[in-house]
């Protein structure tokens, strides 16, 4: 789930979000005119935005839609932005169009080639960096595995490598603990230091352990919710006046 844009002048905030466990599915529920009971924000540290030059803004699956604001920001300021952008298939592409509007060039790859460039974001950038374009800043969300992988692929080239991570979060504000991550050999709360941390220093194999903490938990409560919702589908149905 991520802030995928915001509209000042109309006061919309747009948020992406994949149904992956119990809260997403929950939350795909909702219909126009719904409310949640509270949105809690701005937490965390803000994406530092400068003048770097060239930069590239890789975004995997959902983590299209986080680096949508950002290159959105970088290209305000007056860097060159080109967005990569990737997702398993062409079905699970997002935010194309608002993407292409929002940076100088954009790239597109699928897994499984069914759309641009057959393979993944991370080669798409490694080709450019072999091709010795010059790249000042790289920004880049995306599962933790494509983030491990850019991290290696950009690292020979010391190019400044940012990368926003989202390891499990409570409380979002400093005090549980659960989102820490190592960074650089230190500890570090994501919700406060982060969630942007700087791709060569992560440790992403504590990263992967931690994010699985609770897969069995989280497929319980999975499990509980669609039975539940089947329930009131049937209970519904039976009402109904035939
Ligand atoms: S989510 Fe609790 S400390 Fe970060």
Do not use: W
């Not at 002048?9 to 409310?35: C, H, R």
């Not at 920004?139 to 933790?144: D, L």
């Not at 989202?166 to 230190?186: K, S």
């Not at 982060?194 to 791709?199: L, N, T, Y």
């Amino acid at each position: 789930m991520s802030i995928a844009d915001l509209d000042k002048k109309n006061g919309i905030l747009a948020i992406v979000f994949q149904e992956v466990g119990k809260s997403t599915a929950k939350l795909g529920t909702l219909v126009e005119g719904d409310s949640l009971a509270d949105v809690v924000g701005p937490l965390g540290t803000p994406t530092h935005i400068e003048k770097y030059g060239n930069c590239v803004c890789v975004g995997g699956g959902i983590g299209i839609a986080p680096i949508h604001p950002v290159a959105k920001a970088l290209k305000e300021v007056g860097n060159q932005v080109t967005s990569i952008i990737g997702a398993r298939n062409k079905e699970l592409l997002i935010m194309e169009d608002e993407s292409r509007a929002a940076c100088d060039n954009l790239i597109i790859s699928t897994d499984d080639g069914s759309y641009g460039f057959h393979g993944f974001v991370t080669q798409v950038l490694a080709g450019i960096l072999e091709k010795g374009e010059k790249v000042d800043f790289i920004f880049s969300v995306g599962p933790v595995l494509m983030m491990r992988a850019l991290a290696r692929v950009t690292l020979p080239y010391k190019v400044r490598t940012i990368i926003s991570l989202n390891p499990i979060m409570v409380d979002g504000t400093g005090m549980c603990g659960a989102c820490r991550v190592t960074v650089g050999n230190q500890t570090k709360f994501a919700c406060v230091d982060g969630p942007d941390f700087d791709a060569h220093l992560v440790d992403f194999e504590e990263l992967l352990k931690r994010q699985r903490m609770y897969l069995k938990e989280e497929k319980v409560a999975m499990d509980n919710f669609i039975s539940r919702m089947d329930q009131s589908a049937h209970h519904h149905q039976s009402h109904k006046p035939s």
